[in-house]
């Protein structure tokens, strides 16, 4: 079974511009979240989508980045300006139903590494 | 809700036993769970505590009463090196994981 794709695998950006992140889920996965997880810390949860429509986005900051998943399979996430705090990785995940628990598991993509300068 | 993985580092030689600790806060019944990240691999469950299952030799008991999970293996070995996360499954925000800052551990030869 493929597992999740993402890219590009790394960027690097000056503060100020934009950037944009590809995920492509699991085959038949309902559901798709976009993590942030800066160096040190755990991931954090910043959309998740359930087909084509948005579950939870109360973590992303709206004032710079969106998230789209036209027609409930492919999704990206775009950072517009981006700042310095945004350095990161981004990972895509995806499922068959919402959240990991019993008879469900989140499987994650390989990460987007993001450095602004 | 909160998740506390309190090690930064752990390091242990071969053979020794291993311990990675997670403590959580949580108001209702807790879902809990271990990931691992090896060198260069994505992030992937190792096992949740609902399984009661041994993975790869590791086992977690979920101790409700000290609000604890922690993983344990009683031989490491150098495969094990990894970063190794704790989380929490919220049922009221849609099963949302809470995750802990993570463990890194090194098994020395």
């Known amino acids: 079974e493929a597992g999740v794709a993402q890219s590009p695998r790394y960027k690097i950006i000056e503060k100020r511009q934009s950037v944009a992140f590809w995920c492509n889920p699991i085959?038949?996965?309902?559901?798709l979240y976009w993590y942030q997880q800066i160096l040190g810390q755990g991931p954090k949860l910043l959309i998740q989508f359930q087909n084509n429509g948005v579950v939870d986005d109360s973590q992303l900051p709206k004032d710079r980045f969106s998230a789209e998943r036209l027609k409930g399979v492919d999704s990206t996430l775009k950072i517009q300006p981006a700042k310095l705090e945004d350095s990161a990785v981004y990972l895509c995940?995806?499922?068959?139903?919402?959240?990991?628990?019993?008879?469900?598991?989140?499987?994650f993509g390989e990460g987007s590494w993001l450095t602004v300068v | 809700q909160r998740v506390t993985q309190p090690e930064k580092l752990l390091s242990v030689f071969k053979g020794a036993p291993v311990e990675l600790k997670c403590n959580y806060s949580y108001s209702g019944s807790p879902e809990l769970f271990w990931y691992v990240q090896y060198s260069r691999q994505r992030l992937q469950l190792l096992l949740r505590h609902i399984s009661r299952e041994s993975i790869k030799g590791f086992t977690a008991d979920l101790n409700k009463g000290e609000t604890s999970f922690h993983l344990k293996k009683p031989f490491a070995q150098e495969e094990d090196s990894a970063m190794y996360y704790c989380?929490?499954?919220?049922?009221?925000?849609?099963?949302?994981?809470?995750w802990g800052a993570g463990t890194k551990l090194i098994i020395k030869p």
């Open positions: 989380a929490l499954s919220d049922w009221d925000s849609n099963y949302q994981l809470i």
């Open positions: 085959s038949g996965h309902a559901t």
């Open positions: 995940a995806s499922s068959l139903a919402r959240g990991e628990r019993s008879g469900n598991t989140i499987y």
